[in-house]
């Protein structure tokens, strides 16, 4: 549903929040699962913080989308090219959505207590899943860490490709501090 002129204050906020604990996510958690306990622990605490912030960002994201719609494309792309933009972000969303419902069932099933830095909740006293599950969902874990990954590269790329290739607007649009350079632009 395209529905305003412009990404507002609140849009580039969200975005930008959840791509910063999305970036130290992908950094920091990985191979957490084979740490000795003390430092596991540790690591628990801040992933479970990074990953219930990127839960709450995405749910109000994904409101704040259904509520206010987004910026049209430039109408200089093809249909595949909007096609394609269309497919990644849902994709985007659908992965991440899946990765948060498999990390809170994987949560249920550690020997440790995941228990979320800062927003101190404990993920593991949920019990959704039994223990001998653990292995399979840590699999299915790390499969769509690695699918985030990929999608994240091309959406970056693609990003790249507008600024720099298309030169059009849609970049700047998301990127804060750039009202002067979009009038620049888009005045070409
Ligand atoms: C964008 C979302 C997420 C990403 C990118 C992500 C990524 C990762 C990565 C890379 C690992 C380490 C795997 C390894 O050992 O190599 C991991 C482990 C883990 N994640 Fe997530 N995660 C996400 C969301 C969540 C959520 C929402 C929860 C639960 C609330 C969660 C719970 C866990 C647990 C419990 C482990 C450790 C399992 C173990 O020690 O055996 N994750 N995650």
Redesign the pocket.
Known sequence: MAGKADYGRFDRFIHWLMAIN?GL??VF???????PDDE?ILE?GD??MS??T??ICLLIRIAWRVRTGFPAMPDAMGDMARLAAKAMHYGLYGV?LA??????F??S??E?E?V?KGYN?N??SFQLAPREL?DTL?SF??G??WT?VALLALHILAALKHHFVDRDLVLLRMLPFTAKLRARRAAR
Request: cysteine-free.
């Open positions: 999305i996510t992908l958690a990985r191979g957490m699962s084979t740490l596991r628990y992933h479970g990953v219930t990127i839960a991440l990765q948060i419902g498999v990390g809170v994987l949560a099933t550690t440790l995941f979320a909740i993920y593991t653990h840590l874990h790390i769509l860490y985030i």
